[in-house]
């Protein structure tokens, strides 16, 4: 069974730094893609960072320059460091792992019938 536990979140101000964790179980990290997304209140979820079996990544433009998302296949999670954070950056963060594609080209995209949701951790940036 495929399982998603997020953790790291909390209350920075802005220009502060927080690492994001995610650990999986029930599949192998490296394996398939896997990403971080983000929901502010009353706004669509978004996409932050995704990372592919080969270690490839993208990243929203956002973000880019800011947030580094990584892995550690021995402990099986996922990480994302977050540097120089904004109060634009304040919203509930989400792990996410696709396990129908491993390439990045294909992550997350068109229907995410095989995509696992961890439970999600809050990030609030005050001013």
């Known amino acids: 069974q495929v399982q998603l536990v997020e953790s790291g979140g909390g209350s920075v101000q802005s220009g502060g730094s927080l690492r994001l964790s995610c650990a999986a179980s029930g599949y192998t990290v490296s394996n398939y893609c896997m990403g971080w997304f983000r929901q502010a209140p009353g706004k669509e979820r978004e996409g932050v960072a995704t990372?592919?079996?080969?270690?490839?990544?993208n990243y929203a433009s956002s973000v880019k320059g800011r947030f580094t998302i990584s892995r550690d296949i021995a402990k099986n999670t996922l990480f994302l460091q977050m540097n120089s954070l904004t109060p634009e950056d304040t919203a509930m963060y989400y792990c996410?792992?696709?396990?129908?594609?491993?390439?990045?080209?294909?992550?997350?995209?068109?229907?995410?019938?095989?995509?696992?949701w961890g439970q999600g951790t809050q990030v609030t940036v005050s001013s």
């Open positions: 990372l592919d079996s080969a270690g490839r990544t």
């Open positions: 996410a792992a696709d396990l129908r594609f491993a390439y990045i080209a294909w992550c997350f995209a068109g229907k995410q019938d095989q995509t696992y």
